[in-house]
């Protein structure tokens, strides 16, 4: 090899290794940008988390304090018509789900089936209209007051599925599911266990316990509570394409 060969040979591999160098320093200034630009989405992320919780806690009181003036109008002024008006509101919120109710009633624990048989696999799980059926039966008996998960049941709510998992009130549950109904226990509790759906739930392995309960405690419908569920279990990540 002469000389001239050589020296295109040492030339072509320096610009080679400029070049290596070069793609080395843009993928590291790359890398180097993305993860500061992670670090500020998460710090954005976090700070956003606290604004919510402080907002919702402010909420929280200002709700106390009007229940509490409103308390204090009806004992101060004696009032008949503001009586009558106080007590038709506090009826209102009831019926709206907006107040805690406790009292008797049943609770209902469902699970999957942990085996899958002969028939399709869909029929060895848990889905919305089921739960949904469980929810009518109640109300048609005299269930006053419902949850599903710790969700209060309003007028709104409707389970719907979601892939394994069931969303209520905009938040999403998986499996087991208790039903919680104040009301007649015995009357809840035979129209529950005389209901075909369970029936043929139970013989493909879903469990489904049905129990009398002399103190049960639903929470009100919260109508923000999804905002305090929104970012749960979020977290900024790295991902493929990014």
Not at 61 to 73: H, V, Y
Not at 133 to 148: M, R, W
Request: glycine share 6%.
């Amino acid at each position: 090899m002469n000389k001239g060969h050589r020296g295109m040979l040492f030339l072509i591999f320096i610009l080679f290794g400029i070049l290596v160098s070069m793609q080395f320093r843009s993928i590291v200034r790359s890398d180097s940008d993305e993860t500061i630009s992670i670090r500020e989405l998460a710090a954005e992320l976090e700070y956003e988390r606290a604004e919510k919780a402080r907002l919702i806690e402010q909420l929280n009181n200002l709700e106390a304090e009007r229940e509490q003036l409103l308390k204090n109008i009806g004992e101060r002024l004696n009032n008949n018509e503001i009586d009558w008006l106080l007590r038709t509101r506090n009826s209102e919120f009831f019926k709206a789900g907006l107040t805690p109710v406790k009292g008797k009633g049943i609770v209902i624990v469902m699970e999957d089936a942990p085996e899958i048989g002969e028939l399709r696999v869909e029929e060895y799980i848990i889905h919305d209209y089921d739960i949904n059926e469980i929810l009518d039966e109640l109300k048609a008996n005299g269930a006053q007051a419902i949850s599903v998960n710790g969700e209060r049941v309003v007028t709104t709510t409707k389970p719907v599925c979601a892939g394994p998992t069931i969303i209520v009130n905009n938040n999403r549950y998986p499996p087991p599911y208790v039903i919680q109904a104040i009301g007649d226990p015995d009357i809840l509790y035979e129209a529950i266990n005389s209901m075909p759906t369970v029936a043929f739930m139970r013989l493909t392995g879903i469990r489904i316990d049905v129990s009398k309960s002399e103190e049960i405690v639903i929470d009100r419908y919260h109508p923000y509570k999804s905002l305090n569920e929104m970012f749960k279990d979020m977290e900024v990540v790295k991902g493929e394409g990014f």
